[in-house]
């Protein structure tokens, strides 16, 4: 069993900039890929960003293309999503998820290959 739990959500002007953090227990983060995906009200849930097991491989939807950017701390048992150049359409639910792969350099974009899910952290872009 992995537990994460995400922060670093707010409210942020357009332009503007988050860092979102997420934890995970157990000793093996190093052996997980990592990904983000986000919900927005009355949507479906997307994928956002994932990184490979040992931070090679990035992978990104196209609508974050060059504003954001995914990396981990393996010795911190903690993924990022830096996320720059906020646009109203980014606001959602931002959720971080494990994937238990033993491709080192996967980066899967389904949700379906991801084992465990964060609570979720509120990204509110204001116009």
């Known amino acids: 069993q992995v537990q994460l739990v995400e922060s670093g959500g707010g409210l942020v002007q357009a332009g503007g900039s988050l860092r979102l953090s997420c934890a995970a227990s157990?000793?093996?983060?190093?052996?997980?890929?990592m990904g983000w995906f986000r919900q927005a009200d009355g949507k479906e849930r997307e994928f956002v960003a994932a990184?490979?097991?040992?931070?090679?491989?990035?992978r990104y939807v196209d609508s974050v293309k060059g504003r954001f950017t995914i990396s981990r701390d393996n010795a911190k048992n903690t993924v990022y999503l830096q996320m720059n150049s906020l646009k109203p359409e980014d606001t959602a639910v931002y959720y971080c998820?494990?994937?238990?792969?033993?491709?080192?350099?996967?980066?899967?974009?389904?949700?379906?290959?991801?084992?465990?899910w964060g609570q979720g952290t509120q990204v509110t872009v204001s116009s």
């Open positions: 998820a494990v994937d238990q792969t033993t491709a080192s350099w996967r980066v899967a974009v389904s949700g379906r290959e991801y084992d465990y």
């Open positions: 157990g000793r093996s983060f190093s052996s997980y890929a």
């Open positions: 990184i490979s097991r040992l931070g090679g491989s990035t």
